[in-house]
């Protein structure tokens, strides 16, 4: 297997990529809409039809999504790992990266999921913003009371 060859500025821009989830897992776990939406871009599509919910597109429908989130889970921790981000220019990206979520909702029930995201990232203006991300699950979910 060959290993693609990455310039210095694809490395920070692989780095740049890989921070939006970093920020968009500390806005959810300390409920803080305007941080976890900040790393989407204006038109990005959030579809979690894999999981057994719905399609989200567009800023206000990703948000209110998040919002239901927020109402109901008490605590909450998301981690990511295993990126691969690939390139199809100077300013547009792919790639997956793996997910472990693990909480509680507010009524106690465990929220436990390991799932693959597969996304697009574009490069605006302010940075770099996910686009598309296609949340699937890698192991059965527990989504009850969710």
Not at 12 to 21: G, Y
Not at 28 to 37: G, P, V
Request: proline content about 5%; aromatic content about 12%; hydrophobic content about 35%.
């Amino acid at each position: 297997m060959t290993i693609p060859t990455v310039s210095p500025q694809q490395f920070a821009d692989i780095e740049e990529i890989r921070m939006l989830s970093a920020r968009y897992a500390r806005g959810l776990d300390q409920f803080d809409m305007e941080a976890l939406m900040e790393p989407y871009a204006d038109d990005a599509v959030f579809d979690a039809r894999p999981m057994g919910l719905e399609s989200y597109s567009g800023r206000s429908a990703i948000q209110e999504f998040f919002a239901h989130n927020q109402n109901v889970m008490a605590d909450q921790m998301h981690l990511f790992s295993n990126f691969v981000i690939e390139f199809n220019g100077s300013d547009e990206a792919y790639g997956s990266n793996y997910l472990l979520q693990d909480g509680h909702n507010k009524d106690g029930a465990t929220v436990r999921c390991f799932c693959l995201n597969n996304d697009t990232y574009r490069r605006t203006a302010d940075g770099w913003r996910i686009v598309s991300r296609r949340i699937s699950p890698l192991m059965p979910p527990q989504l009850d009371s969710y």
